[in-house]
């Protein structure tokens, strides 16, 4: 303070500005302009002089970076020697920075939307790129800023000045170092600048980069410390906090930099700064797509070959159907089948299997290129590296996109998986949440990276426990998680949607399902779901998928239990009854007894046929292709769709109270349940 009204050199003090780890800063004029002058104490550079007189290393330093001339850097104008309270000081000059350090902007919030960070990132590197060119002691040429830090940078309307720039290697020549102090800023300083101060190349400022971001984007710094030895350590050892934990929307792309730059070694960082630039600046547009929300049956195919081939011969519209990738060893023909024009396709990846270790009874699933390796399951932890999870999403979208899928599906997996318990310190549905969300945006990035997979469409594999929605505040991080991302549509599992589903579970699974296509505007598809499917359909929703008369609900016991098989016995689907009923092919009692109240059906495949021949695998798939396939485009065609399908509920609890010697009430409570539901749903 004792210079305020001092003139040294030339220059007037006029006012004090800070103070640091390194001596102080005034702010100066001398002939009518304005400086910052930065004064060091004796210990920190007089040393040098002392033992090596004027041509010494600091002053080599200081002359390069008096060279220093770009818009975004300040500049060293002058540097001298005196006297600060008769105390020996040296005094270095800088232009005077008009603006707002980053580090207030940050700390007031004062940074109001993505495209603005970035634009003000952008110039940061652009100033930190000139740096590292300037000629000097460093990897042949250029300044390692060392100190890098938003408390470092002024801002001004979208521009930069960059300060300090290799002050920390002028204070690093004296005998400070010696001692085993350590210089710069440890939350910006990168694993090795921590470790080795004076052996660090252009790359650790690139880490410094990486912190500075994540901060710019989220309010947040990357770890979670008590005190400097915890932070250390995390610098160090514990991979960062990742920013989508703070700010949800961020994009992909800069997550993805930020995990680049923070990694612990250099050389898994970008190469130099201009590679870093050049990531941003191969931003491209991605074209809008318009979504198709017209109503559609997906068809989940279990050996419906021939069936196919039948069905065909009496059908021209294309059909939609869902492959599951395991299938491709044992149904070869099939599979190729499907690739013809006449489908639409979806490859399922059954990603969700490998959550559970009886995937090891199943041996196509092992045959997939995506199966963990060593007898391992997939978890959180298995992909906790933004590597292995870009890795994983490779092998599963190019494993579809070979199987001829028009329509890719991200990886995912149940996210209430109970092979893993919640402690005080570990949530696992959140954990295998925020995976599945990480992975959908390694998906789109992947799938939009390459040419030819341009006109695939992307859906966000989504699976879950139905129960869960009826907490308002789960369905709406589901909602808001999913919404924000841009995918082409979304097919969402649930556990729990049965015939013994209550009619609160029911009533907020639909509003989820809704709301997340109402809001987004692409096609949601219910998977793997009984007659409800038609219902979601008339209230509005884009799909169902379910098998011929089987694969009608989705369940994490099937994974569990390797005792249990899944559900193959054949099933006879009922219109009338909004329903598929179980029937022996042997003796089809069931079947005789309804169809004498009913009525036998009259559809293109069961007209005039005994029993014994209706109830054949292969009509029978044909009966339920053919039945789904007419109901949905009876109400595409329809006005009032709710209306519609409540008429139906109505219909098919008449049919089932007719058939006392069959049912009893208990046999159709589920369809008291949908009636009070689609009463009430908007």
């Not at 009496?314 to 013809?340: E, S």
């Not at 909602?479 to 599992?493: F, K, P, Q, R, T």
């Not at 509920?649 to 046999?667: E, F």
């Amino acid at each position: 303070m004792a210079l305020i009204n001092q003139t040294l050199n030339g220059y007037t003090f006029t006012e004090f500005i800070g103070a640091g780890g390194f001596g102080s800063v005034y702010k100066a004029t001398k002939d009518g302009s304005l400086y910052a002058i930065k004064v060091f104490r004796e210990d920190y550079i007089l040393q040098e002089y002392k033992q090596s007189g004027q041509n010494n290393r600091i002053q080599r330093e200081i002359d390069i970076m008096k060279t220093v001339n770009h818009p975004y850097l300040i500049k060293y104008v002058d540097d001298f020697k005196g006297s600060d309270l008769s105390v020996p000081s040296y005094f270095l000059v800088m232009e005077f920075a008009e603006g707002e350090t980053l580090q207030k902007l940050i700390k007031r919030n004062a940074l109001q939307s993505e495209g603005q960070i970035i634009s003000i990132f952008k110039n940061i590197l652009q100033g930190i790129k000139a740096l590292h060119q300037i000629r000097g002691n460093d990897d042949g040429k250029g300044i390692i800023h060392r100190d890098l830090k938003p408390e470092n940078i002024i801002v001004n309307g979208d521009k930069v000045k960059i300060l300090d720039y290799g002050i920390s290697k002028v204070i690093d020549y004296t005998t400070l170092t010696s001692t085993g102090n350590f210089l710069g800023s440890p939350l910006y300083s990168s694993p090795e600048q921590i470790t080795d101060s004076k052996n660090i190349d252009k790359r650790s400022d690139l880490y410094t980069l990486g912190v500075i971001l994540y901060e710019m984007l989220t309010s947040k710094v990357p770890y979670e410390f008590n005190n400097l030895p915890e932070l250390i350590d995390k610098i160090k050892n514990e991979n960062p906090i990742p920013p989508r934990k703070y700010f949800a929307d961020i994009k992909n792309k800069y997550e993805n930099i930020i995990f680049k730059l923070l990694e612990k070694n250099p050389y898994q960082r970008y190469l130099n700064i201009d590679e870093l630039i050049s990531v941003f600046e191969s931003d491209e547009a991605i074209p809008k797509r318009e979504y198709d929300l017209s109503p559609r049956f997906v068809l989940r195919l279990w050996n419906e070959g021939s069936a196919l081939d039948i069905y065909f011969q009496d059908h021209n519209d294309k059909l939609n159907v869902d492959f599951p990738a395991i299938h491709q060893f044992q149904q070869k023909k099939l599979l190729q089948r499907i690739q013809g024009t006449e489908f639409c396709t979806i490859i399922d990846p059954e990603t969700v299997r490998f959550a559970y270790d009886t995937y090891t009874d199943t041996v196509g699933l092992k045959k997939l290129p995506y199966c963990p390796e060593n007898f391992e399951v997939i978890t959180p932890a298995y992909l906790n590296s933004y590597r292995k999870q870009q890795e994983y999403v490779k092998l599963v979208i190019d494993e579809e996109a070979k199987l001829g899928a028009d329509i890719f599906v991200s990886p995912y997996h149940y996210t209430h998986n109970t092979n893993v318990l919640p402690t005080y310190k570990q949530n696992p549905v959140e954990q295998w949440f925020d995976l599945d969300i990480k992975l959908l945006k390694e998906a789109i990035d992947y799938k939009n990276s390459i040419p030819e997979y341009a006109d695939k469409k992307l859906y966000a594999g989504i699976c879950i426990n139905s129960g869960s929605l009826t907490d308002n505040q789960y369905k709406n991080d589901l909602l808001n998680y999913y919404s924000a991302h841009e995918c082409d549509g979304y097919i969402v599992y649930a556990d729990g949607i049965d015939k013994n589903t209550t009619p609160v579970t029911l009533y907020h699974y639909i509003d989820a399902l809704l709301k997340l296509q109402r809001f987004t505007g692409r096609p949601v598809i219910a998977g793997r779901l009984n007659s409800l499917g038609l219902g979601l359909i008339s209230l509005g929703l884009a799909g169902f998928s379910a098998g011929a008369a089987r694969f009608e609900s989705f369940s994490e016991e099937l994974h569990k239990d390797r005792t249990q098989g899944f559900n193959l016995y054949e099933r006879y689907y009922f219109p009338e009854l909004l329903g598929s009923v179980s029937i022996e092919k042997k003796r089809p009692t069931r079947l005789n007894q309804i169809s004498s109240v009913l009525g036998a059906c009259q559809c293109l495949y069961c007209r005039g046929k005994a029993a014994e021949d209706v109830i054949q695998a292969q009509n029978n798939k044909l009966h339920y292709i053919h039945s789904v396939t007419q109901e949905v485009e009876t109400i595409k065609n329809t006005t009032d769709k709710r209306e519609y399908f409540l008429n139906r509920i109505d219909a098919a609890i008449r049919n089932y109270q007719r058939l006392t010697a069959v049912y009893k009430r208990d046999d159709y409570k589920h369809l008291l349940v949908w009636k009070e539901v689609f009463e009430n749903i908007r």
